[in-house]
């Protein structure tokens, strides 16, 4: 409360949505965790403070360092129980699974469906009627949210979409739902209609 200090939790996506330290952002540690910080902490002298798995932390202090980070004040002893325990506050994020989300969009055609995934990856391969809004470029993408209305997110997994949506609900963007499994998940369902797949010619 008394600084800008920012509180990175690491534990994985599907624990993180049950619940956090409002105001807190995820990257799991067991993804692309280093790349992800990089890309999206901006300033390297930001101070940070950790909520890890215990026994972890001196873990994501290293990782943290290699891609320039010296600045992560502490950690929270003892994890996220910790915090449980002391009474205060708690977050979470709505998660829905591709049968749910079949059954909401049969009631209303209109529901946003937002997919973070690389544009490469989209063009590659997306469900129809969804739009990309890459976490890689997360500044621009948050213009295409409608903040009053529930907006649906998925990557290819998971994992980008907490990040995703962990760091707008921390703007003040509070009707975020997670999609478990993301476009994988999805796909597979056979429950949505998907584009033709192409090749994809870059990475980005």
């Known amino acids: 409360d008394e600084s800008d200090v920012l509180i990175l ?15 807190s952002i995820n990257i799991g540690l067991n993804g692309n965790f280093a790349p992800w910080a990089g890309a999206l902490i901006p300033d390297l002298k930001q101070e940070i403070l950790l909520v890890t798995e215990p026994g972890r932390e001196e873990e994501v202090i290293t990782r943290l360092s290699r891609v320039g980070f010296d600045y992560t004040m502490g950690y929270l002893d003892g994890g996220f129980s910790t915090y449980l325990k002391s009474g205060e ?5 709505e998660s829905v699974d591709a049968k749910e989300l079949r059954r909401r969009i049969d009631k209303d055609n209109h529901i946003p469906l937002l997919d973070v995934r690389r544009k490469s ?9 969804t739009e990309v809004a890459p976490l890689d470029y997360i500044n621009e993408s948050m213009s295409k949210i409608h903040r009053a209305q529930d907006t649906y997110v998925y990557c290819a997994g998971g ?19 997670n999609v478990m499994g993301g476009f994988n998940a999805l796909k ?14 870059t990475l980005l």
């Open 9 to 23: 939790d690491t534990r994985d996506p599907d624990e993180f949505v049950k619940g956090f330290i409002p105001g």
């Open 89 to 93: 506050p708690v977050d979470s994020i």
């Open 159 to 177: 994992y980008r979409s907490v990040i995703f949506i962990s760091i707008l609900k921390a703007r003040g963007f509070d009707k975020l739902v």
């Open 188 to 201: 597979n369902s056979g429950l949505f209609n998907v584009s033709a797949y192409h090749e994809p010619t």
């Open 121 to 129: 990856e989209y063009d590659a391969q997306h469900i129809l009627n």
